[in-house]
């Protein structure tokens, strides 16, 4: 089986920390995306990359970059954390482009206050 | 630009009940579809796809689909829903117009299940 796993499944931060959310897959998918899920907005992708050292921007990019130095681990990093961005975050994986079916993390729930 | 509705937010059914959730896209060509479901404290696990082919398609958990064309729908069904099926529903439609493939998720709809 696919597994996708998030470093933290809670996390609690200040206003103004810089944060790290790890993910990691163990299938050797090329593709990786971070999402943001919000009620009632579904999921918004933030970033995704389809090779190492590859990145690009998805639709909601704004106070956030990523890092994808080997090929199984994708971060996310908030450079200055901000209350807006208290939010589920799903990182995901595929073997096809991002048209294909995607393998899901349990998500992390961060709380900036 | 393309996008998918869930007129749904929340359904509540009866265990042993059928189902079925609404989904509707906007799409300039062939779409491919995909229904998530995402359990409580979980990550989303893909039901089923479309890509091509019979309209008809059948997922994992008894769940079926039915791509309409001319409705631009891609409902999900169940014909006996169990107290297990509580969850969020994610129907998705894959992008490949764009210079970036990407799947682009509904709002989702809440199912909760009356035992």
């Known amino acids: 089986d696919v597994k996708v796993t998030q470093s933290s499944r809670y996390l609690v931060k200040r206003t103004g920390e810089k944060v790290f959310l790890e993910c990691v897959q163990d299938?050797?998918?090329?593709?990786m995306f971070w999402y943001r899920q919000d009620p009632g907005l579904g999921l918004r992708l933030i970033y995704f990359s389809y090779d190492v050292k590859m990145k690009e921007k998805g639709d909601i990019p704004e106070g956030y970059s990523v890092s994808r130095e080997k090929k199984e681990r994708f971060s996310l990093i908030l450079e200055s954390a901000s209350t807006n961005q208290t939010s589920m975050y799903l990182c995901?994986?595929?073997?096809?482009?991002?048209?294909?079916?995607?393998?899901f993390g349990p998500g992390t729930r961060l709380t900036v206050t | 630009a393309q996008s998918v509705t869930q007129p749904d937010i929340h359904i509540t059914v009866s265990e042993g009940a059928s189902l079925e959730l609404r989904c509707n896209y906007s799409y300039g060509a062939t779409p491919y579809l995909f229904w998530y479901v995402q359990s409580p404290g979980q990550g989303l696990q893909l039901l089923l796809k479309?890509?091509?082919?019979?309209?008809l398609v059948q997922g994992i958990k008894g769940f079926e689909a039915e791509f309409k064309r001319s409705q631009s729908s891609f409902n999900l069904r169940k014909p006996s829903v169990h107290w297990s099926d509580a969850a969020e529903y994610f129907c998705?439609?894959?992008?490949?117009?764009?210079?970036?493939?990407?799947?682009?998720f509904g709002p989702g709809t809440s199912l909760s299940v009356i035992p």
């Open positions: 479309y890509f091509s082919g019979d309209t």
């Open positions: 995901a994986s595929s073997y096809d482009r991002g048209i294909g079916e995607q393998y």
């Open positions: 998705a439609v894959g992008d490949g117009l764009t210079s970036y493939d990407k799947v682009i």
């Open positions: 299938m050797d998918h090329e593709n």
